[in-house]
């Protein structure tokens, strides 16, 4: 039992280039989160998926789209990656309202 | 909407000692409250949770949380410090109400504790 996992662990990317960052969950969860952390900000919610063929725009989602591909899995694309969007990202999952557990974590960094 | 305020940057305590961090919310319905851990370089780790039920909540490590409805506070407590607790702590809020923003968490920005030996 894994948990979450997210992939790459790391990423450095050019002005306006494109990518994925790729997050799966092995608990079965119907709800699953992508979020932000900066520096003294906390983590900030991008999109959510509260359930299999659903998405939703959380606080930060200018510049990202996502994709819930089946239930397991949750990806997040950054189509022209600017200087702005070096952070770190982390996916969740959670069942419904409850608990939500989190993955490792994705290091961008844009240049 | 809903929000947390986490009103220390920065807690240093000596192992052995109890400490505190603080956490004050603001939500429209009833809160569902959570306290996560992060270690440098991981992701975030779930602490303890208030849903409902005895306002004294405890969870992993030894760590416990009081919920304060008159005070809008959910401060995370340990009675006696340890080195290895030295972390970034978050305290997070969800709105009980539902709707439109089911599921989602708002992060308080965190307060780095450090526990000196």
């Known amino acids: 039992n894994a948990g979450v996992t997210q992939t790459p662990k790391f990423q450095v990317l050019k002005t306006g280039q494109s990518m994925t960052l790729q997050c799966a969950q092995d608990?079965?969860?119907?709800?699953m989160y992508w979020y932000r952390q900066d520096p003294g900000m906390g983590l900030r919610l991008i999109y959510y998926s509260a359930s299999e063929g659903t998405t939703d725009k959380g606080e930060v989602p200018n510049g990202y789209n996502v994709s819930r591909l089946n239930k397991r899995e949750f990806s997040l694309r950054l189509e022209s990656a600017a200087p702005s969007q070096t952070s770190v990202y982390f996916c969740?999952?959670?069942?419904?309202?409850?608990?939500?557990?989190f993955g490792p974590g994705t290091r961008l960094l844009v240049l | 909407a809903q929000s947390v305020a986490q009103p220390e940057d920065q807690v240093n305590v000596a192992e052995g000692n109890p400490l505190t961090v603080k956490c004050t919310y603001s939500?429209?319905?009833?809160?569902?409250l959570f306290w996560y851990v992060q270690y440098p370089n991981r992701g975030l780790q779930f602490l303890l949770k208030?849903?409902?039920?005895?306002?004294l909540v405890k969870g992993s490590y030894g760590f416990e949380a009081e919920f304060n409805k008159s005070q809008t506070s959910f401060h995370l407590k340990k009675p006696s410090a340890l080195v290895s607790d030295s972390a970034l702590y978050f305290c997070a809020v969800r709105d009980g109400a539902g709707g439109t923003s089911y599921g989602k968490l708002t992060f308080g920005q965190g307060t780095i504790l450090t526990v000196h030996p």
């Open positions: 608990m079965n969860h119907n709800s």
């Open positions: 208030y849903i409902t039920g005895d306002n």
């Open positions: 969740a999952s959670s069942e419904g309202i409850t608990t939500q557990y």
């Open positions: 939500v429209s319905g009833n809160p569902y």
